[in-house]
């Protein structure tokens, strides 16, 4: 497998689109709109191509803003949103869709994902659900809305129910970090082309670790370094979140150095258990979200 020297990298997915190896991520409760557009401009103007957002984070009007004055040209960025949980179905995906790019004020999306394989209200036949959203987003693809579609938070299981559709499923967005690899759906998409992306990926990196902690030391790299590195030598994107300039700068420097093989596998096999304030791990087959994407101002 070739692994990604440079940020500029890219891997070329099933329908021949190109994807950023490496993205940033925008999801972030209490941010204002001044805070959120400066943040993903400045994120653009440093060498950050691939921008993560989703119809549930409020954020779509702010991250168009942000990208269509950070000078870098609209062919360069890869702008990926999602459909939330609420708006599955043939109607209310094209719906939602043309809201998108309506509050970016763009002509296109780079790509476009189921966010969960849930749709409320739909339990029973939720891979009906799936197959129709699949439809609308099919139809927008033909009409050149879409360059790439895809999925989040999908297991072997859910991506079944699209097997054989005229367009393929080329990426898989997944929560990944230490103690929550999810190796083995990585693997199954590996296996089948679909490119991962590594969501919430420095979830835990504060906590004690002391094989993170002399993997530091070895390679002089913090902790978001070594568990970004992990992602990138496994070939999987991930889409680090940060609204503080160093923090920012330093999550890109992850091209300089690399993990055995001894130690890509240890640091898979770290072991996490949640402590009771923070928020469980998203096991997609488990009906927790139960908010409405209406709840905040958009921004
Ligand atoms: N598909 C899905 O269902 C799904 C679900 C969750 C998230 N996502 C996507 O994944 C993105 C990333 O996940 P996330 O936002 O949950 O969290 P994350 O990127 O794993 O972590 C963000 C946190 O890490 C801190 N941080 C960033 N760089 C750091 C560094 N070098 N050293 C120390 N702390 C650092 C940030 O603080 P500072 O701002 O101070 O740097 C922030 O508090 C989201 O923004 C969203 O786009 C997708």
Redesign the pocket.
Known sequence: MHIPKSITETYELKNGVKIPCFGY????FRVDHETSVDRIRHAAQIGYRLF???SF?MNEQGLGEALRTCGVPREELFVSS?IWNMEQGYDSTIASFNETLEDMQFDYLDMY?I??PIAYGHDDDWQFMVKETWRAMTDLYKQGKIRVLGV??FLQHHLAVLDGEEVPVCVD?L?R?LGYPQDEIHDFCHENGIVTIS?????G??KEWPLIASLSEKYGK????IVLRWNVQQGSIP??????YE??Q??MEVFDFELTDEEMAAISALVDVPGPDERPR?HPDVDRINMDRHFKTKI
């Open positions: 991520g925008t999801y972030m993560d957002t989703a984070y999602k994902l966010h969960w989040s938070n967005e929560e970090n969501y919430s990926p420095l979830r990196i504060n913090n902790a978001a370094q889409i680090p979140r940060s609204y503080t923090h920012m330093s999550n998203q």
